[in-house]
Nanobody, 119 residues
């Protein structure tokens, strides 16, 4: 059974920092690209950051220079370090695992963790 479990969300003041974690089980973690997405109520889910199986990273323009994604394959965990947080970063943040093997796509989502940036 595949599980992605996020943690680290919460309430933080503007300018503050949070670190999200996502621990995976039931998958061969190292072959998956791992991503963080976020969604506000009434809006589409959007990509925040992704890290490939080889360690390459990509970020949404809105978070470049403020957020950093990393992974620890030994712990089956991906992290999102969020600095200089803004109220517009408020959303539910979701972890995603994605890979393709022999033409078959495998894609999994976590349950989400709420991040609220407010004074």
């Amino acid at each position: 059974q595949v599980q992605l479990v996020e943690s680290g969300g919460g309430l933080v003041q503007p300018g503050g920092s949070l670190r999200l974690s996502c621990t995976a089980s039931g998958i061969m973690f190292s072959i998956y690209a791992m991503g963080w997405y976020r969604q506000d109520p009434g809006k589409q889910r959007e990509l925040v950051a992704v890290i490939g199986s080889g360690g390459s990273t990509n970020y949404a323009d809105s978070v470049k220079g403020r957020f950093s994604i990393s992974r620890d394959n030994a712990k089956n965990t991906v992290y999102l370090q969020m600095n200089s947080l803004k109220p517009e970063d408020t959303a539910v943040y979701y972890c995603n695992a994605d890979t393709g093997v022999l033409g078959v796509k495998y894609n999994y989502w976590g349950q989400g963790t709420q991040v609220t940036v407010s004074s």
